[in-house]
Every structure is written in structure tokens, then in C-alpha cells.
């Protein structure tokens, strides 16, 4: 990557050439940009096959995420470079080098900062006009935006642009490789058959000849990024973050007042706290109340979750925001009354791009259906301490019988149930499209709940 390109030329043709006069190597930042970019092109060139080999699973998901976040710093790393040398004349030709390899070097030279720039921004639009309107956060820390209009456009155009930048992106990846070939070839031709100073321009201090020492630590360096794409196995996070304390609950929820709607304590941040019926709602207390259904208060730390399987891997995962009105007695079964309401975009996983995929269409389609609610009046007792409920569960617009059992000690005034129930999301139409087989996200689901209460 000897060669001047037009841009170079057209720079170095003003007053800023009579103050660069060439110099016999890159500088030291264009070096420095020249390798890091080339280890960042090849360790992406392997996770890119990887994405295509390996089945699909959190794994692999990890695997895409860190290739958007690797191909966004390769887009800001060539954006510096190009503006550099847009200032710094790079090293002359070899003298006597022919006129067909000048152009040839120019023509690949020109073609690397089409696909360093070119294959980031096809991505980016891949990304940004996917169905899956899933954030990016580069190395899962800092947001990186989708590009503009796209995520808001019409299903039609929006799939003809993630078609776009898919068919460039396929297209700009074989030139990837056929580039790589002519620059290693060429390398290998001036160090090797012409005994040039090329390998001079980027690696300071080299000498022609197959001995020097600097080609062999390029190529280990090559052999290396090959080996690091292969061995590199992400962290995948299966857990759902820790509720937030009940301090926290408290300051989110402050200023809300009681008489407001559910809905009202759905929107506070972290999980709320499950609400008990308004006390006009619920029956006089005689003398021995729990012959009669009581009111219950649930503590803000109580938690509803969820188990899925993905690839073999298991995801857990929490619903942060949902209230419920209990009204139950183990003496008053008949009378017992439960319902609870579930903000279906508050599932948490640990990984907030994978759950910003959750509340699509694929999945909870949150934006027709945000809620699921689960009602019960029916209730069974199957031993000492343990009990049935009998209810329905309306999610994404469907509605099925669930029975959820569940354990309840009682002391005094403070009681503790806990329960777990399995569901076939696929009954529920939790999984469109590729996503409705159960080969990879496990059909079975098992939603589980942990409950401390006191008695109004």
C-alpha cells in the first residue's frame, strides 16, 4: 500500500507539497492506523465466517454483536486515516517500478478504502433497517445510533434497504478477500523477487529479503489474528440483573399517587412493587380474618421471572415492571381472588441488546399487546401448604388456560409463596418467523415467581 491515491495526488499538488516533501516511510500515526486497521480487518473476516458457521445461539449472538462494534471502530479508524494523509504525502514508488504496477497499486489502494469504509456503513444499514430494531452498544457499553429514518420506514422499504445493504455488504466482503490476496502478494513480490524497500514504508528499519525479521513478525502477527478469531469464545449473560433495592424502588416511585391506575406504577423504573386492592374492595375482617380473603401488600423486592433455553444454553431472565391485586385466604378458597399485570417490556436477560429484541413483533409484540395479564378465582389446595391456581393468561392477544402452583407459609401478618409453572410460548404466538421453531429458543418456558407479603 505504497501507492499515491487521486486524493493524494490532487493534495500534494499545492503549497503543502513544497512543505511535504516525500518522506522514505509512512508516519508514525499512519503506521500505527495502517496495523491496528489490518488486525481489526482480519479478526472481523473470521468472526464473519463464524456468524455463518456456527448455529445459532447466545454464543453466536454475542459473536454479531462484537462484529457491529469491531466494524464501527474499523469505519472511525479508516475515517482518521483517510483524513491524515489527506495532509501527509505517503513514500514514492521504487524507482524504476513499471507504470502497470504503479496504477495496479493505486487501483488496490483506492479499493481498501472502499471496503474499510464501504463494508461498516452496508453493515450499519443492515442493522438499522433489520425487523429487529435491536440497539447497538459498542463492547456492549456505549450506544452507537441506527442511522437515521431507517428504523422508521414502511415494512416495504424497510426490508428493500436491509436488502441493499446486505447485497453490498456480500458483494464488498469477496472484494475483502481478493484484495487481501493482491496486497499479501504484492508485499511477499517486493521484499522477496524485487528487493525493495517497501516493507520499509510500514515497518520501519526493514530490509528487503525473505530473512528480515520484521516480514516474519507480520506474518505471525497475520497468523495470530487468524488464531485469536477462531479461539475467541464470548461471555454469554444468561442472568437477569439483581432487582434494584427497595431504596431505589422507593425514590423511582416517588410522587405517584396511591389512587392513580396500575398503569401509572407500571411505568416507574424497576420492578414495582405488587399492589394489593384498593381496602374499599375488599371484605370487613372479622375477628379470626383468614376466614375471610385477605388484602395482601407484596414487598418491592418480590420477583417474577422467567427460564428459557437457547441452543442449548439456558437464558434467565425477570419482568421489572408489574403490579397485581391479591385478595386470597387458604380459608376462604372460594372467595380467593388474583390478577396480575405484566409490562412486557420490562424483560430483562442481562443483555440489553437481546432484550431490546424481546417486545418486537417476533416476540411480545408490546407495541399492540404491552400487557399480559394472568387471572385467577379458582383455587386448589393439593397438600399441607401448597395450592393451585386456576386462571388465564392473556398474552399477545391470546388467551389460555394456566394452572400456576405454588407453596404459602403464613405467619402472623407476613406471608411467603413461591411458585413455578411451564408454558409453550409457541401456544401464545411468542416467536414469528424463523424465531416460531423451537430448534434453537426452546418451546417450553418456565415463569417462576418469589413472593414476601403483609397483610393490609
Do not use: C
Request: hydrophobic fraction near 45%; proline fraction near 9%; glycine fraction near 8%.
Amino acid at each position: 500500500m505504497t501507492a499515491e491515491t487521486p486524493i493524494e495526488t490532487a493534495s500534494a499538488a499545492g503549497p503543502s507539497h513544497q512543505r511535504n516533501r516525500p518522506s522514505a516511510r509512512y508516519t508514525g500515526v499512519a503506521i500505527a492506523l495502517h496495523w491496528l486497521i489490518a488486525a481489526a480487518i482480519l479478526f472481523q473476516v473470521i468472526l464473519g465466517w463464524r456468524m455463518g458457521d456456527e448455529p445459532k445461539g447466545p454464543a453466536t449472538y454475542a459473536i454479531f454483536q462484537l462484529h457491529k462494534s469491531i466494524g464501527i471502530t474499523i469505519l472511525l479508524l479508516s475515517l482518521t486515516r483517510l483524513a491524515w494523509r489527506l495532509f501527509h504525502r505517503p513514500p514514492p514508488h521504487p524507482v524504476g517500478q513499471p507504470r502497470w504496477e504503479v496504477i495496479a497499486s493505486q487501483v488496490v489502494h483506492v479499493a481498501f478504502y472502499v471496503i474499510m469504509i464501504g463494508l461498516p456503513i452496508t453493515g450499519w444499514i443492515m442493522v438499522s433497517a433489520s425487523k429487529l430494531n435491536i440497539p447497538t452498544l459498542l463492547y456492549g457499553t456505549i450506544p452507537w445510533p441506527h442511522l437515521p429514518f431507517l428504523p422508521e420506514l414502511a415494512p416495504g422499504p424497510k426490508h428493500l434497504w436491509h436488502e441493499i445493504g446486505e447485497t453490498g455488504h456480500g458483494l464488498l466482503v469477496k472484494l475483502t478477500y481478493g484484495l487481501l490476496a493482491l496486497h499479501l502478494g504484492a508485499v511477499a513480490k517486493h521484499q522477496i523477487l524485487d528487493r525493495d524497500e517497501v516493507l520499509n514504508h510500514m515497518a520501519p528499519g526493514a530490509r528487503p529479503g525473505w530473512l528480515e525479521p520484521r516480514a516474519w513478525l507480520a506474518a505471525v502477527g497475520l497468523i495470530a489474528m487468524v488464531a485469536a478469531g477462531y479461539a475467541y469464545r464470548p461471555t454469554v449473560k444468561h442472568a437477569a440483573p439483581a432487582p434494584a433495592a427497595p431504596a431505589d424502588l422507593a425514590d423511582a416511585q416517588a410522587g405517584t399517587p396511591s389512587a392513580e391506575p396500575a398503569a401509572a406504577t407500571e411505568a416507574a423504573s424497576g420492578p414495582a412493587p405488587i399492589a394489593a386492592p384498593a381496602a374499599a374492595t375488599a371484605p370487613a375482617q372479622p375477628d379470626n380474618p383468614l376466614k375471610d380473603p385477605v388484602a395482601w401488600t407484596v414487598a418491592k423486592s418480590s420477583t417474577l421471572g422467567f427460564s428459557a433455553t437457547w441452543a442449548g444454553d439456558a437464558i434467565d431472565g425477570q419482568f421489572k415492571r408489574w403490579t397485581a391485586d391479591i385478595l386470597f385466604s387458604p380459608d376462604a378458597l372460594d372467595r380467593s381472588k388474583l390478577t396480575v399485570g405484566i409490562d412486557m417490556t420490562s424483560a430483562a436477560t442481562g443483555d440489553d441488546q437481546r432484550d431490546a429484541s424481546l417486545p418486537s413483533d417476533d416476540f411480545f409484540a408490546a407495541a399492540a399487546h404491552p400487557k399480559a395479564t394472568f387471572t385467577a378465582s379458582k383455587f386448589r389446595k393439593t397438600g399441607e401448604g401448597r395450592f393451585v391456581a386456576d386462571g388465564t393468561l392473556d398474552l399477545r392477544g391470546v388467551k389460555k388456560p394456566v394452572s400456576l402452583p405454588f407453596t404459602l407459609k403464613i405467619d402472623g401478618d407476613t406471608a411467603t409463596a413461591r411458585g413455578v409453572t411451564t408454558l409453550d410460548r409457541t401456544a401464545f404466538g411468542v416467536g414469528q418467523g424463523e424465531w416460531a421453531s423451537t430448534d434453537q429458543i426452546g418451546g417450553k418456558v418456565k415463569v417462576s415467581f418469589a413472593i414476601t407479603a403483609k397483610r393490609k
